[in-house]
Nanobody, 117 residues
Framework: EAQLVESGGGLVQAGGSLRLSCAAS????????IGWFRQVPGKERERLAC????????FYIGSVKGRFTMSSDSAKNTVYLQMDSLKPEDTGVYFC??????????WGQGTQVTVSP
């Protein structure tokens, strides 16, 4: 029943911006921690950012800090990842995850982001 759906990916040129959405259905995100992940072929899925839903503070890894921003909207039961100053190395499949504990997590299907040089 519980489901996460990512959207907003696409093809952009280097320096451009995208906003990814992660919409939840079947459960409320208010009690969850949210993470954004990226996976490229042949590489392990990498956590990029995380926050507690509804908070203003978020954690970002160094490669995206200052360029990516997480936010949440309780009314829409949705989290966002604003991606600015995109680089070709940002290319990959982006996933969102919601979890109360490490063993209880929901994952979306992913959305493709491609950044051309």
């Amino acid at each position: 029943e519980a489901q996460l759906v990512e959207s907003g990916g696409g093809l952009v040129q280097a320096g451009g911006s995208l906003r990814l959405s992660c919409a939840a259905s079947g459960f409320a995100l208010d009690d969850y921690a949210i993470g954004w992940f990226r996976q490229v072929p042949g590489k392990e899925r990498e956590r990029l950012a995380c926050m507690n839903f509804g908070d203003t503070n978020a954690f970002y890894i160094g490669s995206v800090k200052g360029r990516f921003t997480m936010s949440s909207d309780s009314a829409k039961n949705t989290v966002y990842l604003q991606m600015d100053s995109l680089k070709p190395e940002d290319t990959g499949v982006y996933f969102c995850s919601a979890h109360i504990t490490p063993s209880e997590a929901y994952w979306g299907q992913g959305t493709q982001v491609t950044v051309s040089p």
